[in-house]
């Protein structure tokens, strides 16, 4: 469960997507849900990948600096992780312009 201004995130973890992104790319849960508490970090629909259901990136930060883009969708109140790597060159560096604003 990540914070962010006392709001509270509560996410969707199961056999299906608890390992996956360590397996793949090396990152944890916890640095996944990090993300969603940074706050210069930004949402953008992913259209792409939302044909069943919609799907979200949000590219930010964990507390340690890592920069992440985590894919995911919403189950109820519930986050739901589909997939979280380290950000591309083009990704931080529209992160980088976002601190700008």
Do not use: C
Not at 1 to 20: L, Q, T
Not at 40 to 63: C, M, N, W
Not at 70 to 79: A, N
């Amino acid at each position: 469960m990540a914070r962010r201004s006392g709001d509270y995130f509560e996410f969707d973890w199961d056999k299906g997507n608890k390992d996956k992104n360590w397996v793949r790319h090396r990152v944890s849960n916890q640095q996944a849900e990090q993300i969603f508490v940074d706050k210069f970090a930004f949402v953008t629909p992913d259209v792409k990948h939302s044909t069943i259901e919609p799907r979200y990136q949000i590219l930010g930060q964990t507390f340690a600096g890592r920069y992440l883009a985590v894919y995911y969708t919403l189950r109820g109140i519930k986050i739901r992780i589909i997939s979280a790597r380290p950000m591309n060159k083009k990704e931080r560096t529209q992160h980088e312009k976002q601190k700008e604003i």
